[in-house]
């Protein structure tokens, strides 16, 4: 087999471990959403209706948001569900309900297009879903985005969700907000900054803590990572090989484990093939934060009816804006603390990754640079004042 041959034997492994789950991306949205789908896995305590749990993801989100049925939301999340996005948290269901009808209020048209479901665990202990979803439409309505400038746009998201007899009780959300920006020619720096005075009117400010953790005094990076969160081979090679690249930024392994013909599908819609283009994606955002701790919370892996396995793994970066790289809207370093929630999907197939679907969100990481800024302004101001003579301090 070509490639890396440890790769090679656990995808072998994972292929022997087959479910009968739904796979989407190999079906046309008809069978996809069929009325009549009989119960494939054990799914105790779901609503009728569900075949399986990729069935089950699939269909309540295009009921939610492209059928407008949002109320399912109250059958489908536990009133004290919590949900992680790059731009905050979102404490109970009530206010999901709010921020779905918000977003399509502003977007009317927009479709959803399950491109595939990374999933584990089972209808006992929970079920972990990553669904990634192109989705496109053209921003016709006025709502957060301002007033409608009937442009069309494409961008991707990647929802992890954790599931436990039909409720969706915590979820993870990375949309590229980003390239929808762009796409609808908005001004990239006056809509963070609302975003960023929004937040910091609220209460909220950016927050440095310090050291990162990749070199803590003056010692280098672990050699090795944590596996505890693996549950094959496979899932522990991935995490290997992206701790030797995002912590002790040996960026040449990725020719180790990636096809040479492989595809980069990214923020910003980018498409790119070959592995010097992943590795010098993957310098650029290093670039930009130099010092940057690399952590994955979860992995999970299915094998693929299109022949090997994929794998979805959800991670953060932490570290300060240090740097020049590919994310040129942050402009010249700054020094603030940033940190970056992203998720990526691989496909292994015969022994090497050729597909890479990687996602955050480049408008988060502004917005956070921005609120620091405008934090630091608001804190000096009163002590300008005082200097000049402007104003007098306060009688203690």
Known sequence: MDGNPAIGDAVADDSRKRDEAMQVETHDFVEVMAPDRSRTQPMDGFDDGYADIVDYIVRCTHRIWDERDI??????????????????????????????????????ERRGQATQVIWGGDDVSGFYTSHLVTGSGRHSQN?????????PFTTRTIADCMILRNMIYREYLVTDQMAMIRQL?????????????????????????????????????????????ASNDLERLTLGWMHDVWNRKMFGRIRDVYAPNAQ????LMKELSG??????????????????????????????????????????????????GILESLGDPTGKHLRVMGMTHLHY???????????????????????????????????????SGDAAPAVQ
């Open 264 to 267: 980069w599908h990214g923020p």
């Open 71 to 108: 109320g399912l939301i109250y059958t489908h999340y536990t009133h004290n569900c919590v949900l992680y996005t790059p731009m905050g948290t979102i404490y109970n269901r009530d206010d999901v309900v709010r921020d779905t009808i918000q977003r399509l209020v502003s977007l009317p």
């Open 275 to 324: 592995t010097s283009a992943v590795i010098h994606q993957s310098l650029g955002l290093c670039g930009t934060l130099p010092d940057a701790r690399f952590t994955a919370h979860h992995v999970c892996s299915q094998p693929c009816v299109e022949g090997g396995t994929k794998v979805a793994v959800r991670w953060t970066l932490e570290g300060h804006h240090l740097g020049y």
């Open 185 to 229: 020619g908005l001004d990239v720096r006056a809509y963070a900054d609302r975003l960023a005075r929004a937040k910091l009117d609220q209460g909220l400010t950016g927050v440095d803590i310090g050291e990162t953790g990749v070199s803590l005094g003056q010692y280098p990076p672990d050699a090795a990572p944590d596996l505890s969160i």
């Open 143 to 151: 709502g957060h985005y301002g007033p409608p400038t009937f442009r």
């Open 349 to 387: 197939k015969d022994g090497r990754i050729v597909d890479d679907w990687t996602l955050y969100d480049e408008l988060s990481m502004l917005v956070q640079v921005r609120m620091a800024q405008m934090a630091d302004r608001a804190a000096a101001a009163p002590a300008a004042r005082i200097a």
